[in-house]
């Protein structure tokens, strides 16, 4: 990963408009930093160390998206991120948490569908 | 010997206000922990606890488990959701969780043996479970 992405290039959080982004890890670490800015969330790890962990676990997803249960291990990874940000999704979270963890859900998704065609 | 005294309490004031801004840190320190770790676990539990209520069942099943204590078990399961849903620090401490992580992995072992998921999903249900766990150990001041 590159330590700063070009300027005009920068994807807006949550944009997954163009599919093929969501696997670059600089979108992960856009998508948390300025999602937690924005929304006014403290991540217990650095949107950077979170985003490697994302590229990882969506490369994971990839290569798993044709076994049964696919869905669970979504849901699986949504909650490891979660735990390790410091994310709370239930119904007693702050909307702007669960705001956040559905834009991870949904990149893991995204990402972990595209790498897999 | 009065001169002595003078220094020995001046020492100890001294000591005690160069402690006291780690101790005011170490208890800020601890309160965000808990403030972040706990809605993470919180919003995690459903996903673990279907994996241990699933291990709990399987073992009852297969006789590796006498009904009563696969119903302690559950007991024990409601107890710590109460803790984390509650913030009981005191009761989430002393819960059982290397017993509640154990049948965690045995119902997470029992998918993938009745062909429910595959191992690439064992190992994503496994990553979070081991996430969870680390989670825990840090509110049970054990990392």
Redesign the interface.
């Known amino acids: 990963m590159s330590d700063e992405a070009p300027a005009n290039s920068a994807p807006k959080w949550g944009d997954f408009s163009d599919p093929n982004r969501t696997t670059d890890p600089f979108f992960f670490e856009s998508m948390l930093a300025d999602g937690a800015s924005v929304l006014g969330i ?1 991540l ?1 790890e650095t949107p950077r160390a979170l985003a490697l962990y994302m590229t990882e ?1 969506a490369a ?2 990839a ?2 998206s ?5 869905a ?2 979504v ?3 949504r ?2 991120v ?9 119904d ?2 702050r909307a702007g ?1 669960r705001w956040l ?1 559905g834009l991870v859900q949904g990149a893991l998704s995204v990402a972990a569908r595209v790498l897999a065609t | 010997m009065l001169k002595l005294f003078w220094y020995v309490g001046a020492l100890a004031l001294v000591a005690l206000v160069a402690l006291s801004p780690f101790q005011a840190s170490s208890c800020i320190s601890a309160r965000t922990q808990q403030a ?2 706990l ?6 539990w ?2 673990v606890e279907a994996d241990f209520i699933r291990g709990v069942e399987s073992s009852v099943a297969a006789a590796r488990l006498s009904a009563a204590a696969g119903e302690a078990l559950r007991d024990a399961g409601r107890e710590f959701e109460s803790a984390l849903e509650s913030s009981n620090m005191a009761a989430l401490r002393v819960a059982p969780w290397p017993t509640i992580e154990r049948y965690a992995e045995a119902g997470i072992e029992d ?1 993938l043996s009745v ?7 064992m ?3 496994l ?2 479970l081991s ?2 766990a ?2 825990i150990y840090r509110l049970q001041g054990a990392e």
């Open positions: 403290e217990r676990r994971h997803l290569s798993i044709h076994e049964p249960g696919f669970l291990a849901i699986a990874e909650d490891s979660a735990l390790r940000a410091g994310l709370a999704a239930n007693v979270a948490d963890l | 972040t770790l809605p993470a676990a919180r919003a995690a459903p996903g998918r062909g429910e998921i595959g191992p690439g999903v190992a994503s249900l990553e979070r996430n969870f680390r989670t």
